[in-house]
């Protein structure tokens, strides 16, 4: 597909994926600059959306071991807690996955927060579960920060930011509570979260 | 409306949609627990329709999360509705599984006695579904029976109807800009 030309009847087709590998390709290469074809896009996964809502929101699991009947408002809300107890089992047997996956992982099934760091260094921020048993630093750029934790005055190094991408990351999963975290380059301080 | 942890006030707010959507787009991510939980039982269950396994479904709803998070410009607030962006992602991802899985005639007919789930039907909602398909043309519901809900590819949807495959493009997107005027009626079509 021509950059310049627009993607037409493709729209359609993208949205209701029924093109091979190379013109989904291709169309998502062109939506990438072209409005009028992103917003065609939009409106083709808006009727897709539109077809789904029959059978969208009453999903929910049987459990021969739990007989009584769950209402909507239940199951509403037990899903994101079933699938957070699918991602915590998940994390026990630990998979050699990158850093970012794990962190997502944890992200999307349970409550979090997040703080800047402010200071010298690169703009970074911690993105914390709530009951502080996970921390998740990116630092703007590729270099790499040792990461400090303090409890009250206890300080304890937790790790290395990884570069991975336009980013450099570090995850961690912690049986301890942080109230601060530092990053350091090398010995210099580049910047402190404070976690609320 | 969707509800979003605000790291500033350390409160639950309501947040209006676009700016979810926004937010989203910037990748940050309290948008992103606030669409999972918005929007994650519907794409589920979405996936779900296709592959009748939880398991299955569960695992696309989180690959596409992770998938946009590591992709820095998967959307944005100009492509349209957030959740029809995701629902459609979670729907290709559901087909990619299937057409792995029906490579193998084994591996569908196992799919086939998955009933481990309860996928129930808003009954108004199917029935105006149901009013807007019928009112295509013979030839558009045919290729939209074929190709959306029995997730044909274009080419067995051709073989199936005997008809060239550049037919099938013509008439399946004739046909969700059709259903879109039926379902979506509040929108400006333009002139």
Same mark, same amino acid.
């Given at each position: 597909?021509?950059?310049?030309?627009?993607?037409?009847?493709?729209?359609?087709?993208?949205?209701?994926?029924?093109?091979?590998?190379?013109?989904?390709?291709?169309?998502?290469?062109?939506?990438?600059?072209?409005a009028?074809?992103?917003?065609?896009?939009?409106?083709?996964?808006?009727?897709?959306?539109a077809?789904?809502?029959?059978? *969208?929101?009453?999903?929910?699991?049987?459990? %021969?071991? *739990?007989?009584?009947?769950?209402?909507?408002?239940?199951?509403?809300?037990? #899903?994101?807690?079933?699938?957070?107890?699918?991602?915590?089992?998940?994390?026990?047997?630990?998979?050699?996955?990158?850093?970012?996956?794990? *962190?997502?992982?944890?992200?999307?099934g349970?409550?979090?927060?997040?703080?800047?760091?402010?200071?010298?260094?690169?703009?970074?921020?911690?993105?914390?579960?709530r009951?502080?048993?996970?921390?998740?630093? #990116?630092?703007?750029?590729?270099?790499?920060?040792?990461?400090?934790g303090? *409890?009250?005055?206890?300080?304890?190094?937790?790790?290395?930011?990884?570069?991975?991408?336009?980013?450099?990351?570090?995850?961690?999963?912690?049986?301890?509570?942080?109230?601060?975290?530092?990053?350091r380059?090398?010995?210099?301080?580049?910047?402190? %979260?404070?976690?609320? | $409306?969707?509800?979003?942890?605000? /790291?500033?006030?350390?409160?639950?707010? /309501?947040?209006?949609?676009?700016?979810?959507?926004? /937010?989203?787009? &910037?990748?940050?991510?309290?948008?992103?627990?606030?669409?999972?939980?918005?929007?994650?039982?519907? $794409?589920?269950?979405?996936?779900?329709?296709l592959?009748?396994?939880?398991?299955?479904? @569960? =695992?696309?709803?989180?690959?596409?999360?992770?998938?946009?998070?590591?992709?820095?410009?998967?959307?944005?607030?100009?492509?349209?509705?957030?959740?029809?962006?995701?629902?459609?992602?979670?729907? @290709?991802?559901?087909?990619?599984?299937?057409?792995?899985?029906?490579?193998?005639?084994?591996? @569908?007919?196992?799919?086939?006695?998955?009933?481990?789930?309860?996928?129930? =039907?808003?009954?108004?909602?199917?029935?105006?579904?149901?009013?807007?398909?019928?009112?295509?043309?013979?030839? !558009?519901?045919?290729?939209?029976q074929?190709?959306?809900?029995?997730?044909?590819?274009?080419?067995?949807?051709?073989? !199936?109807? !005997?008809?060239?495959?550049?037919?099938?493009?013509?008439?399946?997107?004739?046909?969700?800009?059709?259903?879109? &005027? /039926?379902?979506?009626?509040?929108?400006?079509?333009?002139?």
């Amino acid at each position: 597909m021509d950059r310049s030309e627009h993607i037409g009847e493709s729209a359609e087709l993208y949205a209701v994926g029924a093109l091979d590998p190379a013109g989904h390709a291709a169309v998502e290469a062109h939506i990438a600059h072209c409005a009028q074809c992103l917003r065609r896009v939009g409106e083709a996964e808006e009727t897709v959306l539109a077809l789904e809502r029959a059978n *969208a929101v009453h999903a929910a699991r049987r459990d %021969a071991r *739990a007989p009584r009947r769950l209402t909507r408002q239940a199951v509403a809300w037990l #899903i994101p807690l079933t699938a957070a107890a699918a991602f915590i089992l998940g994390l026990l047997f630990p998979r050699p996955v990158p850093q970012h996956d794990v *962190a997502t992982l944890a992200m999307i099934g349970s409550h979090f927060s997040h703080a800047q760091f402010s200071g010298h260094g690169s703009a970074a921020k911690v993105i914390y579960a709530r009951d502080r048993s996970w921390y998740y630093v #990116i630092v703007e750029g590729r270099r790499r920060y040792s990461v400090y934790g303090f *409890a009250g005055t206890a300080r304890t190094k937790l790790g290395e930011t990884v570069p991975s991408g336009k980013t450099s990351e570090f995850f961690t999963r912690s049986s301890r509570a942080y109230d601060r975290l530092e990053l350091r380059d090398r010995t210099t301080i580049a910047g402190i %979260a404070t976690i609320r | $409306m969707a509800v979003i942890f605000d /790291s500033r006030t350390a409160h639950w707010a /309501s947040v209006p949609d676009e700016s979810l959507a926004e /937010s989203f787009g &910037r990748r940050d991510a309290g948008a992103y627990e606030a669409a999972y939980r918005s929007f994650g039982p519907r $794409m589920r269950a979405t996936a779900m329709r296709l592959l009748r396994d939880w398991d299955a479904a @569960n =695992e696309c709803v989180h690959d596409v999360f992770l998938y946009l998070w590591r992709k820095e410009t998967a959307y944005s607030a100009a492509r349209g509705s957030l959740e029809a962006f995701l629902v459609t992602c979670v729907r @290709n991802r559901a087909l990619e599984r299937l057409r792995d899985a029906a490579r193998g005639r084994a591996a @569908n007919e196992k799919m086939e006695v998955r009933e481990e789930y309860v996928l129930e =039907e808003d009954p108004i909602e199917r029935e105006r579904i149901g009013r807007a398909v019928a009112a295509l043309t013979e030839a !558009q519901a045919a290729v939209v029976q074929l190709a959306y809900y029995r997730a044909m590819t274009l080419s067995e949807v051709a073989a !199936q109807l !005997q008809i060239p495959v550049g037919t099938v493009k013509a008439r399946l997107s004739a046909a969700l800009r059709a259903l879109r &005027r /039926s379902l979506i009626p509040q929108v400006d079509h333009g002139p």
